[in-house]
């Protein structure tokens, strides 16, 4: 009996051991699936009940039903000068997006899209291929104006015109991302009055929306909705570790959640003016204001903060001089759009035409006025500033005033105007066989002409040796 107690103890530990190794493991794992179980029967009970998850998914659709119908999807040509040949030299020279402004077939895009562009095609939703026109362009703000056949019915885009976007806001971008056709992808506003530096032509007016929506090469000149399905802006460029917004096309780089679009306070006035007069004539209001024009927050009773950009100096006799505004008051709000700094507020005065009367919001002693402004026309000098230096380094050349044109200081080679034929002393007299008054006036003219958007130009120039000759030079940009 002794022998037996002794080993007694012994079987009991060993049996525990052997109980620990293959039945415990047993009832953990039953315990651990019996609580997952009910976990998804849970989550399976809440989805069930609980349908917010498809009414989202059910929105997302609607806006895609409802905007796919108005989103184009472009592709433009370039076709060689010897017309035989082109059949066999034509080649693919621009693909991009756009969407339809009204129910008789105007298109809008970007500008850098169709420029130098001799044949358009526009693809619509439901596979119809139209040839398509390109009535005007402003590469100031990168956008262009198609006219699609006029017997053939379109459904225009909804475009939020009461509705202003906020940061925060869930936005979807349309397009043709590497030639997907008719693409749609989703993110929220990340920020607004953006300025990219890089974007269309430099010197030219950005106040962008940022986005976190995925935009890739072939997204130009789609449009950016909101969730009504409203077209609050297009899309222009991207922001990634090669480039700062440049258009998706010419970035180099894939989409990096950094896009940029155009917003719908811009576009409206600039294809209208396209639409109605074939050309875009930029407003001026007359102001000064400290450089870079640093924003000013003014904060409200209601506890929220209006932002704006003070007034330095009004221009004697100037529209806005004429409408009563004074130096020291603080602008907050062109046709209701914020002002969010000095770059939207160019923007949004030069996307409205001369003559045209905007209502500007002010801030004064404490209140908050409105005053109607009639518009001068945007002066050479102000217009030239901004485009001088990118065209002088485009062309290669540094260019200086003269009483009777404009002299070429050097030409350097190897650049597009040393190429072309200009060499240091020419003294260029007119452009496209137009004359212009200044050194601004002429900068302002070969822009009209379409140096910006790659049109051929033919200059005019007397050399030292006094003999006349004709340059002609197209810029790529």
């Not at 006219?147 to 885009?157: E, G, L, V």
């Amino acid at each position: 009996m002794r022998k037996f107690a002794s080993y007694g103890p012994a079987l009991v530990v060993l049996l525990c051991i052997l109980v620990a190794m293959f039945v415990v493991p047993g009832l953990i794992e039953r315990y651990a699936y019996a609580q997952q179980h009910a976990k998804i029967t849970l989550a399976r009970s809440v989805l069930a009940q609980d349908d917010i998850l498809r009414r989202l998914d059910r929105a997302s659709s609607a806006i895609a039903d409802a905007t796919e119908p108005s989103v184009v999807h472009i592709e433009t040509q370039f076709l060689p000068t010897r017309l035989e040949n082109a059949s066999s030299l034509s080649k693919t020279f621009s693909t991009g997006a756009g969407w339809v402004y009204d129910e008789i077939g105007h298109v809008v895009t970007n500008a850098h899209v169709v420029q130098s562009a001799q044949v358009v095609s526009i693809e619509f939703f439901d596979g119809r291929v139209l040839r398509g026109e390109v009535i005007g362009m402003d590469p100031y703000t990168d956008i262009a104006v198609i006219r699609a056949a006029p017997t053939s019915k379109y459904f225009a885009s909804r475009r939020a015109t009461e509705r202003l976007p906020r940061i925060g806001e869930r936005v979807y971008a349309f397009g043709s991302p590497f030639g997907f056709k008719f693409s749609m992808s989703e993110g929220i506003i990340s920020g607004l009055g953006r300025e990219a530096a890089g974007s269309n032509v430099a010197g030219g007016y950005t106040n962008y929306i940022q986005t976190d929506a995925a935009v890739n090469p072939g997204n130009s000149g789609g449009p950016l909705v909101n969730s009504d399905g409203h077209v609050i802006g297009m899309n222009v460029a991207i922001a990634t570790s090669k480039s700062v917004g440049e258009s998706p096309e010419a970035s180099g780089s894939d989409s990096a959640g950094i896009s940029f679009a155009i917003p719908l306070g811009t576009i409206e006035p600039i294809v209208n003016q396209i639409i109605k007069y074939g050309k875009v004539s930029r407003g001026y209001l007359g102001i000064f204001y400290d450089s870079p024009g640093q924003r000013i927050g003014i904060p409200m009773p209601d506890g929220t903060t209006l932002t704006g950009i003070r007034v330095t100096d009004v221009e004697s006799q100037g529209p806005s001089a004429k409408a009563g505004m004074l130096p020291g008051d603080i602008i907050v709000g062109i046709e209701g759009s914020p002002i969010i700094n000095a770059e939207s507020l160019s923007s949004l005065i030069s996307s409205s035409r001369s003559g045209d009367t905007v209502e500007v919001r002010i801030f004064r002693d404490g209140e908050l006025l409105t005053l109607d402004v009639t518009l001068g026309r945007m002066k050479n000098e102000v217009l030239a500033k901004r485009i001088l230096e990118p065209i002088m380094v485009q062309l290669g050349m540094s260019l200086r005033p003269a009483d009777n044109g404009v002299v070429v200081q050097n030409a350097y080679p190897g650049f597009p105007g040393a190429n072309a034929g200009f060499r240091q002393g020419d003294l260029i007299t007119a452009a496209n066989g137009k004359r212009f008054d200044d050194y601004y006036h002429f900068f302002v003219l070969i822009a009209d002409e379409g140096v910006l958007t790659g049109k051929p130009i033919e200059f005019t120039v007397v050399g030292l040796d006094g003999l006349t000759r004709t340059i002609s030079l197209r810029l790529e940009w």
